[in-house]
Structure formats: C-alpha cells, structure tokens
C-alpha cells in the first residue's frame, strides 16, 4: 500500500501529486463514502445548499428588520427586546440550542424529526418513479409533483433551519443595529429631515440603504462559513450534507476526504468574498467611482 500510493515519495512530490489531481478533477478515494471525494462531495453539497438557503434567507431579512427597528427606537422598549433576543441568541452554543430544539420537538412533541426524510418518503424517493433533478429533496419532490414528500422534507428542515436562523441573526442584528446608528448621525440624514422629507423615507430609504454596506460583509462571511458545512448542525441532528460528511472523514482519519473539504471551502470563501466585491455597488454607487 505504501508503495502503490507513493507515502514514501518526499513530501512536495506527493503534494505535486495531489495538486496534478486537482487540475483533472481527481480528490483522491474516500474510504468513509466508498467513492471518489469529488463524487461525495457534490452529492452531498444539495443537501448542504438546500438547508443554507432556507436558513440564511430568514436570517437575513430578519437582521436587516430587527436591526434597523432598534436603531431607530434607540433606547426604547422595541430596542431593549431585540438586544435581549440577540444576546440570548449570541450566548447560545449551536449544540445546546439544536439539542433544546430536539428535546421539544421532537421528544415531546414529535412535530420535527432529525434526519433529511422519513422512511416511507426515503422508499418514494428511492424508486426510478422519482426523478433526482437536483438533489434538494424539496425542489426535486416539487417538480416530481409529490407533495407528501415535501411536506416530508419540510418537517425534517424545520428544526436545523430555525436552529441555524436564530443562532447566526444574533450577530448580524447587532451589525445592522451598529451601522443604522452610525448612518441616522450622517449630516446627509439631518439635511433630508430639516427638509420636511417624512421619517419613514428618512429613515428606511436613505439610512437604511446605507447601514447595509457592513452588514453584507458579514452576511457574506457568515453565508461563507454556512455553506463550508454546518457541521455541528447537521450532526445535532442527523442530516447528511457536508458538514456530518466533513465530522465522519475527520473522526475516520480519511485524509483524502479531510484535504478535500478543506479545498472546497476555500474556493467558498473566495467565491463568497467575490460576490460580496459585487454587491457593494449595488447598495452603493458610490463605490463605483472610487
């Protein structure tokens, strides 16, 4: 075995080997999944992307909502809510809270069930009836017409979506909050109210727009660290994305898998970094110029 894979080659004829690999599309084998990296990699990154879009989108508008609110009542009842709300939500462990939501609604309750479909769904899902598109079990059980299995699917989202939604809009809210603050002092802000302009358009049409700047820089980030795999998350609760496959490799010692992941989330944050770069412009077209 140490000869067929070249372990007692020096250590940067290895490394050329495995980025020579790379440039042909080549992980290497994951013992962990059976299969080609690359293979497991993009079979598991739907599952990954279906859980990070239902999560982020929320957690985004919810930022944005609560962040600006408490900026605008500074001090004031709604603003003294919303930092309880965020410091509860900051302060929460990701596993503590993700085992508080099983324990309720799952033991209890048995409302949202851990892993990504029941049984029966799996079996529909399975048969050459059902047509994998894309991989997302909601798109796919959608375009197949089949709305047991998405309500199926939904169910099994519910409880990592609002986990990751509430623990990740702690620290984006207080971002917008910070920045709304900042904004309503700017002398632009003064001048459009001194000119009767109502607060509602003061406030949420110029102040707003321009507090979003900061805030996508950390939504981009933390959209980055989503993306890269909730790996607590999907292990709290059984959900096979990335980030349960990134925990097993590690836990297994599958090198190839463990450096493969690692390579994908590094062309996510590049990737996420760039369009951040692309958005600024859009919020503000003063970027353009400069």
């Not at 598991?44 to 919810?62: D, I, K, S």
């Amino acid at each position: 075995m140490i000869e067929q894979y070249g372990l007692n080659d020096p250590f940067y004829i290895q490394y050329g080997r495995w980025i020579g690999g790379i440039l042909t599309g080549n992980l290497g084998w994951s013992e962990t999944a059976r299969q080609p990296v690359s293979t497991a990699l993009m079979s598991l990154f739907p599952a990954t992307l279906e859980l990070v879009v239902l999560a982020f989108v929320p957690c985004l508008l919810l930022a944005v909502f609560l962040g600006s609110r408490a900026g605008i009542y500074l001090n004031r009842w709604p603003d003294h809510v919303i930092r309880i709300f965020t410091i509860l939500g900051w302060s929460f462990p990701v596993y503590v809270f993700g085992l508080l939501m099983l324990l309720i609604f799952y033991s209890a309750l048995d409302w949202f069930p851990p892993g990504r479909l029941s049984q029966w769904a799996q079996t529909v899902v399975s048969t050459s009836d059902f047509v994998r598109y894309t991989g997302a079990n909601t798109i796919d059980a959608l375009l197949n017409g089949n709305l047991a299995v998405f309500g199926d699917a939904l169910r099994h989202l519910a409880a990592p979506v609002i986990t990751l939604t509430y623990v990740n809009v702690a620290s984006m809210t207080r971002v917008m909050r910070t920045s709304m603050l900042e904004t309503l002092r700017q002398d632009y802000v003064r001048t459009a109210r001194a000119k009767g302009l109502p607060r509602r358009v003061v406030e949420l049409r110029h102040a707003r727009r321009n507090a979003l700047l900061p805030l996508a820089t950390i939504a981009g980030m933390e959209l980055a660290v989503m993306m890269g795999g909730v790996v607590i998350t999907e292990t709290i609760f059984d959900y096979a994305g990335l980030g349960q496959f990134a925990a097993k490799t590690a836990a297994n010692l599958d090198f190839p898998a463990v450096l493969g992941f690692g390579l994908y989330f590094a062309v996510v944050l590049v990737v996420m970094n760039l369009i951040v770069d692309l958005i600024y412009p859009l919020l503000d077209p003063r970027v353009k110029t400069q």
